[in-house]
């Protein structure tokens, strides 16, 4: 059997700031091949997103099939770590290392975990882009999976979901996300003569007024209402007598399964039109609503946490997006894992206790998931 603590330090001990590619697959792989997965190596992608190496790991025939999903990939580890962010180090109990908690160590804590049984199907969708753009990370891997007719039944996805202590949260979907940028054209022209000008600043201020004014909706029964946010106003004048030719916004809207992506841009694309017709509104759709509406999939995790940790999880869709917004459309997803109070902070950790108890949680789901 593999030992969590120890293939989490190796994974750490690779710097695979994001896009992630080659050592920490190899890592990977040599814990994989010996518990008897075919491992699927494959590079998607050109730039300026790509290239991405993504691993798909499957083993088992069995009827029922259980798939992990997550990233090898991190972020950037900034400066004033109190050791190496590429250490592994032990030390008082922690863990430490880029990546410790998002999310290394449950990739390590499945494959360990993975190791103490052979029931039923397990596959691994494990990415190098999961924080960086994803445009050829879990996106790509379901497109290797569709044509391997690779098809799970469920899917975890081992994102760090608790807050205080291991196992009190458990995310059953997420909010949908869309980013809106908003121009509008005028015409420059000195301040002393403003008929000979056309200031697109009022113009601009009119829009994100009305735009302060819109109500998305009260949320419902497990989401929270949407939100839009400005995010940024750009204006770009250097000069204190001009009148500037353009004005910019940006917006950022997190929305609740009432919502399509590409409906809210119409909307702000209506109201920009509204106070300026000639205003240039784009948007991009980072990812739509989902919910996994609580059932057996949610019990049996529950279940796997209670045994391990006494607790009974609160069931969430809280915080931002992650690769299960993609993986929704395969089958049932819910997320969970370590506590997430150090996540792509400096210093970050987990604690041994909960990355050996995080192996036997997802032990447990294994078992009453294939059983």
Request: glycine share 10%; hydrophobic share 45%; proline share 6%.
């Amino acid at each position: 059997m593999i030992d969590p603590v120890t293939l989490a330090q190796a994974l750490l001990r690779v710097d695979s700031v994001t896009p992630a590619r080659g050592a920490v697959f190899d890592v990977l792989e040599a814990a994989l091949v010996p518990l008897g997965f075919v491992v699927d190596r494959f590079v998607a992608g050109d730039a300026p997103d790509g290239p991405v190496e993504n691993l798909l790991a499957t083993r088992g025939t069995g009827p029922r099939h259980l798939a992990f999903a997550g990233h090898v990939d991190v972020v950037p580890p900034g400066e004033g770590w109190t050791g190496s962010p590429w250490s592994g180090e032990l030390r008082g109990g922690l863990l430490y290392g880029r990546g410790a908690v998002d999310m290394k160590g449950a990739v390590a804590a499945f494959v360990a975990a993975a190791s103490r049984s052979d029931a039923g199907t397990l596959s691994l969708i494990i990415t190098g882009d999961e924080e960086g753009p994803a445009t050829y990370g879990t996106v790509a891997l379901m497109e290797r999976m569709a044509a391997r007719g690779v098809v799970p039944d469920l899917c975890l996805v081992g994102e760090p979901t608790s807050t205080a202590r291991l196992g009190d949260m458990v995310k059953i979907g997420r909010r949908g996300s869309v980013n809106i940028w908003i121009d509008v054209g005028g015409r420059q022209g000195h301040v002393a003569y403003p008929h000979l000008a056309d200031n697109p600043i009022p113009r601009l201020i009119a829009i994100l007024a009305e735009v302060e004014t819109v109500v998305l909706d009260e949320g419902t029964d497990w989401f929270q209402p949407s939100n839009i946010e400005v995010t940024d106003i750009t204006v770009g004048n250097p000069a204190h007598n001009v009148i500037p030719a353009k004005a910019s916004a940006r917006l950022s809207i997190r929305f609740n399964d009432q919502h399509r992506g590409a409906d809210l841009i119409e909307r702000i694309r209506t109201i920009a039109e509204r106070h300026a017709p000639r205003a240039v509104v784009t948007g991009k759709v980072s990812g739509e609503a989902f919910l996994t509406e609580p059932g057996a999939f949610s019990a049996l995790l529950s279940e796997a946490i209670l045994a391990s940790t006494g607790i009974t999880p609160e069931l969430s869709t809280t915080g931002g997006t992650s690769d299960a917004r993609f993986l929704s459309k395969l089958c049932p997803v819910v997320e969970f894992g370590l506590i997430n109070a150090t996540m792509h902070k400096v210093d970050e950790a987990v604690a041994v206790e909960d990355l050996l108890a995080l192996t036997d949680i997802y032990a447990g789901v294994i078992d009453r998931a294939l059983r």
